[in-house]
């Protein structure tokens, strides 16, 4: 008698298996997602070469910063850990209409004329719609272009062209004739990531994924995309305005919650050669509730401006609104000021923003953001060549934070006076042509700040 066929069934959406059919995959809840495959139907096929050797772990040899590949573009080298490593898996995630795919125009564009071949497949435009992208932009080098959505196509393609770098935009257009669902789905999404990621280990050849982004801001699909990919990007970014942020999330190749800054212009994205000069450009240096902040993003110091406006409400409940700055640590100042202080906040809306559309996370953050409170309270403007930081405790004391020196070199280089800092902070030693008050407690910031 012939062998019977086994049955599975496959949830379409995340690739749950059973040995029977269920009404609801209890995996993702969904309903009517099971479909049934056949076990034996399923063709055998080595995508990638498969390495089955051992090493010895004190045997081998780190390379990687000597064959690491330079792009050209230096803010982009610098979110990556100084180069792109061979054989990694960048992923690259960013709303709708940012400048991702214009980004990796220019890298492939750069990259190509160093001599590499370069590889783009596409599943969501035209080529005559890239080809008018790279008129536009300018864009040298010859660039390899495949448009194709179907997995195994880009594999055959990448065998055949044999490219030294790879670029899917997107992911989420990928599908593979062996998973029985749509585009974008869960199955979709780990199948095509797998598959890439064996492809980009087993030939050495670094890969450039883009993906989607949900209404929340973070990446479309599984959590899983972004643990098997080696670095995580997200490029960010207010459409109405000229300047982009590219930030490092995740980096097995080097430091994380590294950005580069761009600027959107129509000849395309370029780098912007002093950061701290895009975000004071505008400032007006005579108003009350404003503050000069030296921030670290990655190992970059930064200078932004912190605003703040008290005004009088009436609501029953004030408001606490906050842009680029979180809205309970602002709660958290508030409480603190309005006990060691003796102000009366609590009848009092509270505007914060981060000038530039910056989004700042960090502790040090604290005493700017206090002292830009107390000027819009008073109605007197802190002197704007002055530079504050330091994190504020909940008994009032001023806590010492990190990279003092990064902060108050990179203040001095634009010509700050003056740097109202912790008292505890270590540093080996202070400039001598800068005015530093060294503060313990916020009870001395009144008199500091309006003498």
């Not at 080595?46 to 390495?51: K, L, S, Y």
């Not at 009088?312 to 202080?341: C, I, M, W």
Request: charged residues 25%.
């Amino acid at each position: 008698m012939p062998k019977e066929k086994k049955s599975l069934f496959v949830c379409k959406n995340c690739g749950f298996s059973s040995v029977k059919w269920l009404g609801r995959c209890p995996e993702c809840d969904s309903w009517d997602s099971l479909v049934e495959r056949h076990s034996q139907s399923r063709k055998k096929r080595q995508d990638h070469p498969v390495n089955q050797h051992v090493y010895n772990l004190d045997d081998l040899e780190t390379r990687t910063e000597q064959t690491r590949f330079q792009t050209g573009i230096g803010e982009f080298d610098r979110v990556l850990g100084g180069g792109i490593v061979p054989g990694s898996l960048v992923l690259l995630g960013g709303e709708p209409g940012i400048g991702k795919s214009t980004l990796l125009l220019q890298v492939l564009s750069k990259l190509s004329n160093r001599g590499l071949t370069v590889l783009y497949t596409s599943g969501e435009e035209s080529p005559e719609q890239i080809k008018i992208r790279a008129s536009r932009l300018g864009i040298e080098g010859k660039i390899l272009l495949a448009c194709m959505s179907e997995l195994e196509a880009v594999l055959q393609t990448v065998a055949d062209k044999q490219p030294d770098i790879l670029a899917v935009d997107s992911i989420h257009t990928l599908y593979s004739q062996d998973v029985n669902s749509l585009p974008g789905s869960l199955g979709q999404v780990k199948a095509a990531s797998s598959s890439l990621m064996g492809l980009a280990k087993g030939f050495k050849i670094p890969i450039f994924i883009v993906g989607h982004v949900t209404k929340e801001g973070a990446i479309a699909g599984p959590k899983a995309l972004e643990h098997l990919v080696d670095t995580v990007l997200y490029f960010e970014g207010d459409r109405t305005q000229a300047f982009r942020i590219l930030r490092t999330v995740k980096n097995r190749f080097g430091p994380t919650h590294e950005i580069g800054i761009f600027e959107m212009k129509d000849s395309g994205l370029e780098e912007v050669a002093s950061p701290s000069n895009l975000f004071l450009e505008h400032r007006n240096n005579s108003v009350a509730g404003s503050t000069i902040f030296p921030c670290i993003e990655g190992t970059r110091p930064l200078l932004v401006e912190i605003q703040a406006l008290v005004n009088q409400s009436y609501l029953a409940l004030p408001r606490r609104t906050t842009a680029g700055f979180d809205s309970n640590r602002l709660a958290l100042l508030t409480a603190v000021v309005e006990k060691h202080l003796d102000i009366s906040l609590f009848d009092k809306d509270i505007f914060v923003n981060v000038a530039g559309g910056l989004k700042i996370s960090e502790p040090a953050a604290d005493l700017p953001l206090l002292c830009a409170i107390l000027s819009s309270f008073y109605d007197r403007p802190v002197d704007h060549s002055t530079v504050i930081f330091g994190e504020v405790g909940l008994t009032g004391e001023i806590r010492p934070v990190s990279h003092s020196d990064l902060r108050i070199n990179e203040a001095k280089r634009l010509g700050i006076k003056k740097c109202i800092m912790p008292a505890y902070a270590k540093d080996k030693q202070l400039p001598q042509d800068m005015t530093v008050a060294q503060i313990n407690h916020i009870t001395q910031l009144p008199d500091l700040l309006f003498d």
